[in-house]
């Protein structure tokens, strides 16, 4: 292109070689400038300052990096829009696969653009006799020109999208590699001999695996060995049908029971040298009479005593009820009577105790509170089975059971035995308290007797109400003596 970018060569527009005031950032060394207007006839006069805001619109666009415009000609009707395209060219190439779409819309926009950038440029090819059509041409070339340029904009911002999409989309693809990066340091592939490295060549870790194609199996390193992964069920004699489908005598081989026979005893044979052994441990020849209590020296005379002042059982108890007095073998009913006559009752002790200086803790009013047992302080006969989280359970049975439970200072208050198993209440309330919950108030205890029979085991808790709540000491206030701070008491005995 023309040295004289945009410069318009015309007898009434001399020209000047040095940039209007604040034009300079659009001045190039060679270029000129318009010195004055212009007027022909009676059209309108353009001003100088018109011409050279004309003129730095249009040569800014070539002032983008890397436009190559010495192959255009300042006479060519098309030279505006040809300067857009390749502006926008050299913008957004980098770019165009994210925004295409935008800078295809520029594109058009600029071509717009152009086509009115045609117009004012023919027209003022004609200002020395039509500078007033000049004049209006110029104008809308101006507007033309600063459309091109909002177009402009809008495409770079598109490319700045498609950037930061393409900086995502690279993200995504670096984690998935490090993914399988990681998978592959993990299961190594197939190998017919054992690999000593991963797949990048680092030391194996724990857990790598990989397929042993002579064994035809999967291996797994366990930090110092490559062992089988995986253990086949193929020959192992399962219990299928409870090992019915297998040869008896194979099957107890197999588990190693092959000297084990579990005919019935009738069936049992005995070698000779068995009946030999067996027949030489007594003798024959020998004999016993049959003791009673009173043959001399069965028993002290004072034991004999009290064995004669024991209750005569009936038939329902021990024996067949017949005068001989001939003993029965006991029925676990019958047992279980008798039990009740022979000795005292299991009983067990469950507490709830406190180090020393411990209240027994917030009493909250409004609903039944759970209150705290932690220690089995009695049970000889095993009858309480567990403890755990304030709550006990018991062995089947029948029992009778009485609960203590101190409060101090909730006015009315009361307690019951809670079924957790079944989740109901047992038949029996505790008795009904009051203790004030004034400055002079002290303490009381709500007591309840209940009986339970149950054929399984069942878990219980104790459970307290109040009307005013009372925090840290509303379920009893310590002593401070130095021993253990008691609150909550469970007495049990089991009848049976």
Same mark, same amino acid.
């Given at each position: 292109m023309a040295d004289d970018a945009f410069g318009l060569k015309s007898p009434n527009n001399p020209k000047a070689y040095t940039p209007p005031a604040g034009l300079e950032a659009v001045h190039r060394e060679g270029n000129t400038w318009a010195i004055q207007g212009d007027r022909t006839e009676n059209t309108s006069h353009i001003e100088v300052n018109q011409w050279n805001y004309m003129i730095a619109l249009w040569r800014g666009l070539t002032f983008v990096e890397g436009v190559d415009l010495s192959d255009l000609n300042s006479g060519d009707p098309m030279l505006l829009k040809e300067i857009v395209v390749r502006s926008i060219d050299a913008v957004g190439g980098p770019y165009l696969t994210g925004a295409a779409a935008a800078a295809s819309t520029a594109t058009t926009k600029a071509g717009e653009a152009a086509d009115s950038a045609d117009i004012a440029v023919g027209a003022a090819g004609t200002a020395t006799t039509k500078a007033g059509e000049a004049a209006g041409s110029a104008g809308t070339a101006a507007g033309a020109a600063g459309t091109a340029t909002t177009k402009a904009a809008e495409a770079l911002a598109s490319a700045n999208a498609a950037g930061t999409a393409r900086a995502a989309a690279e993200s995504a693809r670096d984690a998935t590699l490090a993914a399988f990066d990681e998978f592959d340091d993990t299961y190594l592939g197939a190998f017919a001999v054992a690999p000593t490295t991963d797949n990048d060549g680092d030391p194996l870790q724990p857990g790598a695996l990989y397929f042993d194609t002579v064994a035809e199996s999967m291996k797994l390193w366990t930090g110092s060995a490559w062992v089988a992964a995986y253990v086949s069920a193929e020959g192992v004699p399962l219990l299928a049908n409870n090992g019915s489908d297998y040869n008896t005598a194979v099957f107890r081989a197999n588990i190693g029971l092959n000297n084990v026979n579990n005919t019935s005893d009738a069936d049992k044979p005995v070698s000779t040298a068995q009946a030999a052994a067996l027949a030489g441990k007594a003798s024959s020849g020998h004999s016993h009479s049959a003791a009673t209590s009173a043959a001399p020296g069965f028993m002290a005379a004072e034991d004999k005593a009290k064995l004669d002042a024991i209750e005569d059982y009936g038939a329902a108890d021990v024996g067949d009820g017949d005068d001989d007095e001939t003993p029965l073998a006991p029925t676990e009913a019958a047992l279980m009577a008798a039990a009740k006559k022979w000795g005292a009752p299991s009983y067990a002790l469950i507490l709830d105790r406190k180090a020393s200086g411990a209240s027994g803790g917030t009493f909250t009013a409004g609903a039944w #509170?759970?209150?705290?047992?932690?220690?089995?302080?009695?049970? =000889?006969?095993?009858?309480?089975? *567990?403890?755990?989280?304030g709550e006990f359970t018991l062995i089947p049975g029948k029992?009778?059971? @009485?609960?203590? @439970? =101190?409060?101090?200072?909730?006015?009315?208050? #009361?307690?019951?035995?809670?079924? +957790?198993?079944?989740?109901?209440? +047992?038949?029996?309330? *505790?008795?009904?308290?009051? +203790?004030?919950? *004034? @400055? @002079?108030?002290s303490s009381t205890k709500s007591n309840a007797f209940v009986h339970v029979d149950i054929s399984e085991a069942t878990t219980y808790r104790v459970e307290h109400r109040c009307e005013v709540s009372n925090s840290s000491i509303g379920f009893g206030l310590s002593t401070g003596f130095g021993g253990w701070e008691v609150y909550t008491q469970v007495h049990i005995e089991k009848m049976g």
């Open positions: #509170q759970k209150r705290d047992l932690n220690h089995i302080r009695h049970d =000889p006969g095993g009858i309480v089975s *567990g403890l755990l989280s029992y009778e059971i @009485a609960l203590f @439970a =101190p409060a101090y200072r909730v006015n009315n208050h #009361q307690i019951r035995l809670y079924d +957790v198993t079944n989740g109901v209440m +047992v038949e029996g309330e *505790g008795s009904s308290e009051f +203790v004030t919950n *004034g @400055a @002079a108030g």
